[in-house]
């Protein structure tokens, strides 16, 4: 099964900056060129809503703010700059193989 | 798209349980569909995925233990939950993914599970 690390399990940014969260594969979510990482953001009592797909994809409706990037593995989600809003937990999810996984969450709160 | 799961509810270790997720707005026979999990207060957890043509895959932590499928007739997604344990108490979401997507575009809005004596 691939296994989706995902840190740090919670962050605390000022409004206005960036946040970066890491989500590392224990093997290639790669076919045929893409990589089939998404990235989630759930707020408390909602249902998950896709942000990111297909590594680097926003969604329909998801403003510039949100961005994924990959580099050996290592898929990191950018919040920049961070707004109220944002507050919420956020999950990677690989779409290659089944299972599908989900890292273990990253809780972003405001300092 | 629209997704509706019920059949939730207070269930004893052992017992089983079967839950439903009506869908609608889209062509049902057409699509794979998920069930995904979560915990009171913890992570996301993929369960299980049935194709079109009903071929189905299962997360090793159900697997023997939960049977998924489906009724394009009704336009109907099942779980039938058996020898249910304390670590399966959890919102149990029925999900689809986006077209030829791998990401989960629509959700249901869940059904909660509790296994307790």
């Known amino acids: 099964n691939i296994v989706l690390t995902q840190s740090p399990a919670s962050l605390a940014v000022i409004l206005g900056q960036k946040a970066t969260i890491s989500c590392t594969a224990s093997e290639s979510v790669n076919k045929f060129g893409i990589n089939l990482m998404h990235w989630y953001q759930q707020k408390p009592g909602q249902l998950p809503k896709i942000l990111i797909y297909?590594?680097?994809s926003r969604a329909p409706g998801i403003p510039a703010r949100f961005s994924g990037d990959e580099a050996e593995l290592n898929f990191t989600l950018t919040i920049e700059p961070v707004e109220a809003d944002d507050v919420a937990t956020y999950y990677c999810q690989q779409g290659l193989t089944f299972p599908y996984t989900f890292g273990a969450g990253t809780k972003l709160e405001l300092k | 798209v629209q997704l509706v799961e019920s059949g939730g509810g207070l269930v004893q270790p052992g017992k089983s349980l079967k839950l439903s997720c009506s869908a609608s707005g889209f062509t049902f026979s057409s699509y794979g569909m998920h069930w995904i999990r979560q915990a009171p207060g913890k992570g996301l957890d993929w369960v299980a995925y049935i194709s079109s043509s009903s071929g189905t895959v299962y997360a090793d932590a159900v697997k023997g233990r939960f049977t998924i499928s489906r009724d394009n007739a009704k336009n109907t997604l099942y779980l039938q939950l058996n020898s249910l344990k304390s670590e399966d108490t959890a919102i149990y979401y029925c999900a689809r993914h986006y077209y030829d997507g791998t990401w989960f575009a629509y959700w249901g809005q869940g059904t909660l599970v509790t296994v307790s004596s």
């Open positions: 297909n590594e680097f």
